[in-house]
Nanobody, 114 residues
Framework: QVHLVESGGGLVQSGGSLRLSCAASGFTFGTYAMSWHRRASGKDRELVASISNTGGSTNYADSVKGRFTISRDNAKNTMYLQMNNLKPDDTAVYYC???????WGQGTQVTVSS
């Protein structure tokens, strides 16, 4: 059974940093592309960043380019999202996602205070 567990969220001041992790199990992690999404209160869930199965290709939403970095460690079955220079607009629940299996984690809350 596919299982995704996010961690690393929290409360941070504007300009601060956080590193999110997504631990995956139940499938061959290194075979599949993965992605991070977020949902702010009252808004639709949006794609934040995606990464190919090897980590050699990444894509970012315009709103986070230059501030967020997606990465993965296939040996540890874990994906990461390094978030720097956080802004109040980044406040949301962040989810990791495997599109092939249609699986989502439970999410981790990120709150950025101004």
């Amino acid at each position: 059974q596919v299982h995704l567990v996010e961690s690393g969220g929290g409360l941070v001041q504007s300009g601060g940093s956080l590193r999110l992790s997504c631990a995956a199990s139940g499938f061959t992690f290194g075979t599949y592309a993965m992605s991070w999404h977020r949902r702010a209160s009252g808004k639709d869930r949006e794609l934040v960043a995606s990464i190919s199965n090897t980590g050699g290709s990444t894509n970012y939403a315009d709103s986070v380019k230059g501030r967020f970095t997606i990465s993965r460690d296939n040996a540890k079955n874990t994906m990461y999202l390094q978030m720097n220079n956080l802004k109040p607009d980044d406040t949301a629940v962040y989810y990791c996602h495997n599109r092939w299996f249609g699986s989502w984690g439970q999410g981790t809350q990120v709150t950025v205070s101004s």
